[in-house]
Protein backbone atom coordinates (compact mmCIF):
# COMPACT_ATOMS: atom_id res chain seq x y z
CA UNK A 1 0.00 0.00 0.00
CA UNK A 2 1.26 3.57 -0.98
CA UNK A 3 1.44 6.32 1.70
CA UNK A 4 1.74 9.44 1.83
CA UNK A 5 1.68 12.18 4.82
CA UNK A 6 0.14 15.27 4.14
CA UNK A 7 -1.19 18.25 6.05
CA UNK A 8 -5.13 19.06 5.32
CA UNK A 9 -6.82 22.20 7.24
CA UNK A 10 -9.71 21.83 9.11
CA UNK A 11 -11.36 24.48 6.56
CA UNK A 12 -10.67 21.79 3.61
CA UNK A 13 -12.17 19.10 5.17
CA UNK A 14 -15.46 20.88 6.35
CA UNK A 15 -16.05 22.07 2.97
CA UNK A 16 -19.80 20.76 1.80
CA UNK A 17 -19.58 18.92 5.19
CA UNK A 18 -23.28 16.70 4.86
CA UNK A 19 -24.28 14.73 7.61
CA UNK A 20 -27.88 12.77 7.01
CA UNK A 21 -29.28 8.84 7.02
CA UNK A 22 -29.90 9.31 3.25
CA UNK A 23 -26.48 10.71 1.88
CA UNK A 24 -24.11 9.42 4.83
CA UNK A 25 -21.43 11.46 6.31
CA UNK A 26 -19.08 13.61 3.69
CA UNK A 27 -16.72 16.79 4.00
CA UNK A 28 -13.51 17.64 1.80
CA UNK A 29 -16.15 19.22 -0.88
CA UNK A 30 -18.19 15.98 -1.32
CA UNK A 31 -14.59 14.28 -1.93
CA UNK A 32 -14.47 12.76 1.43
CA UNK A 33 -16.53 9.71 2.78
CA UNK A 34 -15.98 10.35 6.27
CA UNK A 35 -18.21 7.34 7.57
CA UNK A 36 -17.74 4.27 4.80
CA UNK A 37 -19.62 1.34 5.32
CA UNK A 38 -17.06 -0.58 7.26
CA UNK A 39 -17.09 2.24 9.83
CA UNK A 40 -18.66 1.86 13.27
CA UNK A 41 -21.51 4.81 14.07
CA UNK A 42 -20.58 7.86 16.12
CA UNK A 43 -19.50 6.40 19.30
CA UNK A 44 -17.81 9.57 21.01
CA UNK A 45 -19.67 11.19 24.40
CA UNK A 46 -19.80 14.87 25.18
CA UNK A 47 -16.72 14.94 26.90
CA UNK A 48 -14.24 12.99 24.34
CA UNK A 49 -15.74 15.09 21.69
CA UNK A 50 -15.12 18.60 23.51
CA UNK A 51 -11.89 17.30 24.02
CA UNK A 52 -11.37 17.21 20.18
CA UNK A 53 -12.16 20.86 20.29
CA UNK A 54 -10.15 21.97 23.07
CA UNK A 55 -7.46 20.18 21.18
CA UNK A 56 -7.91 22.03 17.76
CA UNK A 57 -8.79 25.63 20.21
CA UNK A 58 -5.43 25.57 21.87
CA UNK A 59 -3.67 24.47 18.56
CA UNK A 60 -2.56 21.25 20.12
CA UNK A 61 -1.48 18.43 17.53
CA UNK A 62 -4.45 15.47 17.01
CA UNK A 63 -2.90 12.15 16.21
CA UNK A 64 -2.72 11.42 12.58
CA UNK A 65 -5.39 10.33 10.63
CA UNK A 66 -5.78 7.89 7.70
CA UNK A 67 -7.64 8.59 4.55
CA UNK A 68 -7.87 6.23 1.70
CA UNK A 69 -7.81 6.95 -1.97
CA UNK A 70 -10.16 5.70 -4.61
CA UNK A 71 -9.87 5.30 -8.10
CA UNK A 72 -11.92 8.41 -8.88
CA UNK A 73 -10.01 10.74 -6.81
CA UNK A 74 -12.65 10.62 -3.65
CA UNK A 75 -11.22 9.40 -0.24
CA UNK A 76 -12.39 7.21 2.44
CA UNK A 77 -11.53 7.89 6.18
CA UNK A 78 -9.68 5.33 7.06
CA UNK A 79 -9.01 6.00 10.98
CA UNK A 80 -10.00 9.72 12.49
CA UNK A 81 -13.83 9.26 11.74
CA UNK A 82 -15.13 10.50 15.23
CA UNK A 83 -12.29 13.28 15.54
CA UNK A 84 -13.23 14.42 11.84
CA UNK A 85 -17.38 14.36 12.44
CA UNK A 86 -16.47 15.98 16.26
CA UNK A 87 -14.95 18.65 14.13
CA UNK A 88 -17.27 19.13 11.15
CA UNK A 89 -20.08 19.40 13.67
CA UNK A 90 -18.58 21.91 15.78
CA UNK A 91 -18.12 24.32 12.86
CA UNK A 92 -21.61 23.66 11.55
CA UNK A 93 -22.81 24.93 15.10
CA UNK A 94 -24.08 21.05 15.88
CA UNK A 95 -23.06 21.48 19.64
CA UNK A 96 -21.37 24.29 21.88
CA UNK A 97 -18.11 24.11 23.70
CA UNK A 98 -17.77 26.47 27.20
CA UNK A 99 -21.60 27.63 25.95
CA UNK A 100 -20.21 29.06 22.77
CA UNK A 101 -20.75 28.18 19.62
CA UNK A 102 -18.62 28.02 16.47
CA UNK A 103 -20.47 31.62 15.41
CA UNK A 104 -20.51 32.52 19.04
CA UNK A 105 -16.32 32.90 18.48
CA UNK A 106 -14.63 36.16 17.49
CA UNK A 107 -13.05 36.28 14.01
CA UNK A 108 -9.81 36.06 14.65
CA UNK A 109 -10.46 32.57 16.89
CA UNK A 110 -12.69 30.99 13.91
CA UNK A 111 -9.73 31.56 11.33
CA UNK A 112 -7.84 29.54 14.21
CA UNK A 113 -9.47 27.23 14.02
CA UNK A 114 -10.39 26.81 10.42
CA UNK A 115 -6.69 26.88 9.70
CA UNK A 116 -5.87 24.39 11.97
CA UNK A 117 -3.73 21.51 9.90
CA UNK A 118 -4.52 18.12 10.55
CA UNK A 119 -1.97 15.55 10.23
CA UNK A 120 -3.07 12.95 7.26
CA UNK A 121 -1.65 9.68 6.01
CA UNK A 122 -3.36 9.61 2.55
CA UNK A 123 -3.21 5.91 1.49
CA UNK A 124 -3.62 3.81 -1.58
CA UNK A 125 -4.42 0.05 -2.13
CA UNK A 126 -6.79 -2.54 -2.89
CA UNK A 127 -10.04 -3.47 -0.69
CA UNK A 128 -8.41 -6.00 1.74
CA UNK A 129 -5.46 -3.65 1.94
CA UNK A 130 -7.50 -1.12 3.47
CA UNK A 131 -9.47 -3.61 5.58
CA UNK A 132 -5.87 -4.84 7.25
CA UNK A 133 -5.00 -1.53 7.55
CA UNK A 134 -8.53 -0.47 9.39
CA UNK A 135 -8.27 -3.27 11.95
CA UNK A 136 -4.18 -2.52 12.38
CA UNK A 137 -4.55 1.01 12.45
CA UNK A 138 -7.61 1.53 14.69
CA UNK A 139 -6.46 0.46 18.00
CA UNK A 140 -6.41 3.92 19.73
CA UNK A 141 -9.77 5.39 21.30
CA UNK A 142 -13.25 3.23 21.07
CA UNK A 143 -12.06 -0.29 20.76
CA UNK A 144 -13.47 -2.00 17.79
CA UNK A 145 -16.52 -4.64 18.87
CA UNK A 146 -16.37 -8.12 17.46
CA UNK A 147 -19.52 -7.06 15.50
CA UNK A 148 -18.32 -3.95 14.11
CA UNK A 149 -15.16 -6.07 12.98
CA UNK A 150 -17.50 -8.31 11.11
CA UNK A 151 -18.99 -5.20 9.51
CA UNK A 152 -15.51 -4.71 7.74
CA UNK A 153 -14.86 -8.10 6.57
CA UNK A 154 -18.41 -8.67 5.23
CA UNK A 155 -19.60 -4.95 3.72
CA UNK A 156 -22.01 -5.19 1.03
CA UNK A 157 -25.29 -4.27 0.11
CA UNK A 158 -26.72 -6.99 2.74
CA UNK A 159 -25.34 -5.33 5.47
CA UNK A 160 -26.40 -1.87 4.13
CA UNK A 161 -29.53 -2.49 4.73
CA UNK A 162 -29.65 -4.81 7.82
CA UNK A 163 -27.58 -1.73 9.76
CA UNK A 164 -30.75 0.44 8.74
CA UNK A 165 -32.71 -2.19 10.85
CA UNK A 166 -30.30 -2.78 13.48
CA UNK A 167 -27.32 0.07 13.81
CA UNK A 168 -28.83 3.08 13.99
CA UNK A 169 -29.84 5.47 17.07
CA UNK A 170 -33.88 4.64 17.61
CA UNK A 171 -33.53 2.18 14.50
CA UNK A 172 -36.74 -0.19 14.11
CA UNK A 173 -35.06 -2.89 16.02
CA UNK A 174 -34.65 -0.68 18.90
CA UNK A 175 -37.94 0.54 19.00
CA UNK A 176 -39.23 -3.57 18.96
CA UNK A 177 -36.61 -5.01 20.85
CA UNK A 178 -34.86 -2.66 23.39
CA UNK A 179 -36.44 -4.57 26.56
CA UNK A 180 -35.61 -7.95 25.65
CA UNK A 181 -31.97 -7.06 23.85
CA UNK A 182 -28.59 -6.06 26.17
CA UNK A 183 -25.89 -3.21 24.46
CA UNK A 184 -26.79 -0.48 21.60
CA UNK A 185 -27.79 -0.44 18.05
CA UNK A 186 -24.40 1.80 16.89
CA UNK A 187 -21.68 -0.44 19.15
CA UNK A 188 -23.41 -3.21 16.39
CA UNK A 189 -24.95 -4.90 19.55
CA UNK A 190 -28.36 -5.39 18.03
CA UNK A 191 -26.92 -6.28 14.55
CA UNK A 192 -25.04 -9.13 16.56
CA UNK A 193 -28.01 -10.20 18.40
CA UNK A 194 -30.10 -10.76 15.59
CA UNK A 195 -27.66 -12.72 13.50
CA UNK A 196 -26.69 -14.88 16.26
CA UNK A 197 -30.35 -15.76 16.75
CA UNK A 198 -30.95 -16.59 13.21
CA UNK A 199 -28.11 -18.46 12.47
CA UNK A 200 -27.47 -20.47 15.96
CA UNK A 201 -24.66 -18.31 16.77
CA UNK A 202 -22.86 -18.76 13.75
CA UNK A 203 -22.60 -15.43 12.70
CA UNK A 204 -19.62 -15.14 10.45
CA UNK A 205 -21.27 -17.93 8.20
CA UNK A 206 -24.55 -16.29 8.04
CA UNK A 207 -22.78 -13.06 6.79
CA UNK A 208 -20.86 -14.24 4.19
CA UNK A 209 -23.18 -16.45 3.01
CA UNK A 210 -25.35 -12.98 2.78
CA UNK A 211 -23.44 -10.50 1.84
CA UNK A 212 -24.33 -9.54 -1.82
CA UNK A 213 -27.74 -10.54 -1.65
CA UNK A 214 -30.11 -7.24 -1.88
CA UNK A 215 -31.42 -6.49 1.41
CA UNK A 216 -31.88 -8.58 4.82
CA UNK A 217 -35.37 -8.92 4.81
CA UNK A 218 -35.27 -12.71 6.09
CA UNK A 219 -33.19 -10.98 9.21
CA UNK A 220 -35.50 -8.69 10.10
CA UNK A 221 -38.66 -10.43 9.88
CA UNK A 222 -37.48 -13.04 12.19
CA UNK A 223 -36.52 -11.29 14.58
CA UNK A 224 -39.98 -9.80 14.61
CA UNK A 225 -41.09 -13.09 15.03
CA UNK A 226 -38.97 -14.22 18.12
CA UNK A 227 -40.38 -10.35 19.75
CA UNK A 228 -43.40 -10.51 18.94
CA UNK A 229 -43.76 -14.19 20.08
CA UNK A 230 -42.06 -13.53 23.27
CA UNK A 231 -44.46 -10.27 23.91
CA UNK A 232 -47.39 -12.77 23.26
CA UNK A 233 -46.53 -15.41 25.19
CA UNK A 234 -45.35 -13.76 28.22
CA UNK A 235 -47.27 -10.04 27.77
CA UNK A 236 -46.26 -9.17 31.32
CA UNK A 237 -42.73 -7.44 31.01
CA UNK A 238 -40.33 -8.05 34.23
CA UNK A 239 -36.64 -6.61 33.68
CA UNK A 240 -35.01 -10.33 34.38
CA UNK A 241 -36.36 -10.74 30.79
CA UNK A 242 -33.38 -8.38 29.25
CA UNK A 243 -31.03 -10.87 27.69
CA UNK A 244 -33.01 -14.12 27.91
CA UNK A 245 -32.28 -16.02 24.75
CA UNK A 246 -35.67 -16.15 23.47
CA UNK A 247 -34.81 -17.43 19.90
CA UNK A 248 -33.62 -20.54 21.21
CA UNK A 249 -37.76 -20.57 23.14
CA UNK A 250 -38.85 -19.27 19.93
CA UNK A 251 -37.40 -22.37 18.04
CA UNK A 252 -38.46 -24.89 20.20
CA UNK A 253 -41.84 -23.58 21.48
CA UNK A 254 -42.81 -21.23 18.44
CA UNK A 255 -46.11 -23.86 17.52
CA UNK A 256 -47.02 -24.56 21.24
CA UNK A 257 -50.32 -22.88 21.97
CA UNK A 258 -49.78 -21.75 25.71
CA UNK A 259 -51.99 -20.08 28.33
CA UNK A 260 -50.55 -16.73 29.14
CA UNK A 261 -52.74 -16.32 32.48
CA UNK A 262 -51.42 -19.91 33.57
CA UNK A 263 -47.95 -19.02 32.85
CA UNK A 264 -47.64 -16.19 34.98
CA UNK A 265 -49.30 -17.34 37.67
CA UNK A 266 -46.31 -19.49 37.62
CA UNK A 267 -43.94 -17.42 37.28
CA UNK A 268 -45.25 -14.93 40.15
CA UNK A 269 -44.55 -17.36 42.33
CA UNK A 270 -41.28 -18.45 41.09
CA UNK A 271 -40.10 -14.83 41.21
CA UNK A 272 -41.12 -14.87 45.19
CA UNK A 273 -38.97 -18.27 45.79
CA UNK A 274 -36.27 -17.18 47.62
CA UNK A 275 -34.74 -20.37 46.25
CA UNK A 276 -34.52 -19.26 43.01
CA UNK A 277 -31.48 -17.39 42.64
CA UNK A 278 -31.61 -16.28 38.71
CA UNK A 279 -34.72 -15.29 38.11
CA UNK A 280 -33.93 -14.59 34.42
CA UNK A 281 -34.12 -18.38 34.17
CA UNK A 282 -37.46 -19.31 35.19
CA UNK A 283 -38.52 -18.60 31.89
CA UNK A 284 -36.60 -21.30 30.43
CA UNK A 285 -37.93 -23.90 33.14
CA UNK A 286 -41.75 -22.17 32.54
CA UNK A 287 -41.56 -23.97 29.26
CA UNK A 288 -38.99 -26.84 29.75
CA UNK A 289 -40.03 -27.87 32.94
CA UNK A 290 -36.27 -29.27 33.17
CA UNK A 291 -35.29 -27.81 36.20
CA UNK A 292 -31.66 -27.79 35.02
CA UNK A 293 -33.09 -24.65 33.73
CA UNK A 294 -33.52 -22.75 36.85
CA UNK A 295 -30.20 -21.27 38.98
CA UNK A 296 -31.23 -22.99 42.62
CA UNK A 297 -29.81 -21.87 45.95
CA UNK A 298 -26.78 -24.87 46.77
CA UNK A 299 -26.21 -26.37 49.70
CA UNK A 300 -23.63 -24.22 52.16
CA UNK A 301 -20.34 -25.80 53.20
CA UNK A 302 -21.58 -25.64 56.41
CA UNK A 303 -24.65 -27.32 55.63
CA UNK A 304 -23.39 -30.16 53.91
CA UNK A 305 -20.52 -30.73 56.80
CA UNK A 306 -23.08 -31.04 59.63
CA UNK A 307 -25.47 -33.28 57.15
CA UNK A 308 -22.22 -35.20 56.40
CA UNK A 309 -21.78 -35.98 60.10
CA UNK A 310 -24.86 -36.38 61.08
CA UNK A 311 -24.91 -39.07 58.48
CA UNK A 312 -21.54 -40.35 59.91
CA UNK A 313 -20.25 -40.48 56.34
CA UNK A 314 -23.14 -42.68 55.34
CA UNK A 315 -24.67 -42.30 51.98
CA UNK A 316 -28.75 -43.03 52.80
CA UNK A 317 -29.53 -44.74 49.33
CA UNK A 318 -26.70 -46.85 49.06
CA UNK A 319 -25.41 -47.32 53.05
CA UNK A 320 -21.99 -46.85 52.21
CA UNK A 321 -19.19 -45.04 53.61
CA UNK A 322 -17.64 -42.36 51.94
CA UNK A 323 -15.17 -39.44 52.10
CA UNK A 324 -17.28 -35.85 52.13
CA UNK A 325 -15.45 -35.09 48.91
CA UNK A 326 -16.95 -38.36 47.32
CA UNK A 327 -20.27 -36.79 48.02
CA UNK A 328 -23.16 -34.85 46.92
CA UNK A 329 -25.57 -32.79 48.92
CA UNK A 330 -29.04 -33.37 47.46
CA UNK A 331 -32.77 -32.08 48.85
CA UNK A 332 -34.76 -34.55 50.78
CA UNK A 333 -37.56 -33.04 49.30
CA UNK A 334 -37.10 -32.18 45.72
CA UNK A 335 -37.03 -28.04 45.09
CA UNK A 336 -40.13 -28.53 42.40
CA UNK A 337 -42.25 -30.31 45.41
CA UNK A 338 -41.87 -27.78 47.30
CA UNK A 339 -38.45 -28.51 49.11
CA UNK A 340 -36.13 -25.52 50.53
CA UNK A 341 -32.51 -25.75 50.95
CA UNK A 342 -32.55 -25.68 54.43
CA UNK A 343 -30.27 -27.93 56.47
CA UNK A 344 -33.28 -30.44 57.33
CA UNK A 345 -33.80 -30.52 53.77
CA UNK A 346 -30.26 -31.60 53.11
CA UNK A 347 -28.89 -34.83 52.70
CA UNK A 348 -25.48 -36.30 51.62
CA UNK A 349 -25.66 -38.98 48.71
CA UNK A 350 -22.38 -40.03 46.73
CA UNK A 351 -21.96 -39.09 43.64
CA UNK A 352 -23.13 -42.23 41.70
CA UNK A 353 -26.92 -42.12 43.97
CA UNK A 354 -26.93 -38.75 43.23
CA UNK A 355 -26.96 -38.54 39.75
CA UNK A 356 -28.64 -41.84 39.18
CA UNK A 357 -31.54 -41.26 41.35
CA UNK A 358 -35.12 -40.66 40.14
CA UNK A 359 -35.88 -36.76 39.33
CA UNK A 360 -38.68 -34.48 38.66
Same mark, same amino acid.
Given at each position: ?71 ? @??? &? ?9 ? %?? *? /???? +? ?93 ? @??? &? ?9 ? %?? *? /???? +? ?150
Amino acid at each position: MKIELREVTIREVVADYLNNQEDGVVGYGGRLNIRPKYQREFVYGDKQRNSVIETVRKDFPLNVMYWVKNAD @DSY &EVLDGQQRTIS %IC *E /YVAG +NFSLDFQYFHNLEDTEREQILDYKLMVYFCEGNDKEKLDWFKTINIAGEKLTDQELRNAMYTGTWLTDAKRYFSRTGCTAYGLGSDYLNGSPIRQ @DYL &ETAISWINNEK %IE *E /YMSK +NQHNPNANELWLYFQSVINWTRATFPNYRKEMKGVAWWMLYNQFKEQNYDSGKLETEITRLMQDEDVTKKSWIYEYILTGNEKSLSICAFTDKMKRETYERQKGICTHCQKYFEIGEMEADHITPWYAGGKTTPENCQMLCKNCNRTKSGK
